[in-house]
């Protein structure tokens, strides 16, 4: 059975300041796992800008010992956007130590997967309490890592998963980790 949810209000595409839309449903094939954050309140998107928000709360509780992003580490939480859409990322570390956002190719890489897809110095990260945000296009279709870059961070398995499709909507979802 599909759950449907609603995306509020977006930053549009190649501006900074907020513009209203009409709420847009997101549909999963799951209701969120019990005890763990709805996904789908960390993603808002803007059909007619082709524009998405995704929030990124690192640490946002004990999940994977703390190395987590809105409270799933692994690669269990899993957002999707169609190619051409323009991504901002909304990043806040609520954690006790330093960490950090990019878009990365891959396992064990610290390449990014588009031009602008992080914060800035990714490697030393975020002081705990601080916030960044970042936008890129995804310009190629793929499967890829929303990681902390902060050394042992990636080990430690703080990782999301980033999957651009050719076409059709946004959504998020999560699944059980490993």
Not at 17 to 29: F, N, R
Not at 61 to 70: E, K, L, P, V
Not at 120 to 137: H, L, N, V, W, Y
Request: overall charge positive; proline content about 9%; some cysteine.
């Amino acid at each position: 059975m599909a759950l449907l949810t609603t995306a509020a209000v977006v930053t549009a595409a190649g501006c900074s300041s907020h513009h209203d839309v009409a709420a847009v449903p997101v549909v999963t094939s799951q209701a969120p796992q019990p005890g763990r954050p709805d996904p789908h309140r960390f993603l808002s998107v803007s059909l007619a800008a082709k524009a998405a928000r995704l929030t990124m709360l690192a640490a946002l509780d004990s999940s994977n010992n703390g190395f987590n992003f809105d409270g799933y580490g692994r690669g269990e939480l899993i957002a999707s956007v169609p190619k051409g859409w323009r991504v901002t990322v909304q990043f806040e570390n609520r954690g006790p130590r330093r960490a950090s956002a990019a878009v990365v190719t891959g396992a064990r890489s610290a390449t990014l997967a588009f031009p602008g897809a992080s914060v800035p110095d990714p490697i030393q990260g975020i002081a705990p309490g601080g916030k960044s945000q970042f936008s890129f296009t995804a310009g190629r279709t793929g499967v890829f890592r929303i990681s902390s870059l902060v050394p042992g961070q990636a080990e430690a398995r703080m990782y999301a998963v980033l999957v651009v499709t050719p076409g059709g909507r946004p959504s998020i979802t999560a699944r059980p980790g490993p």
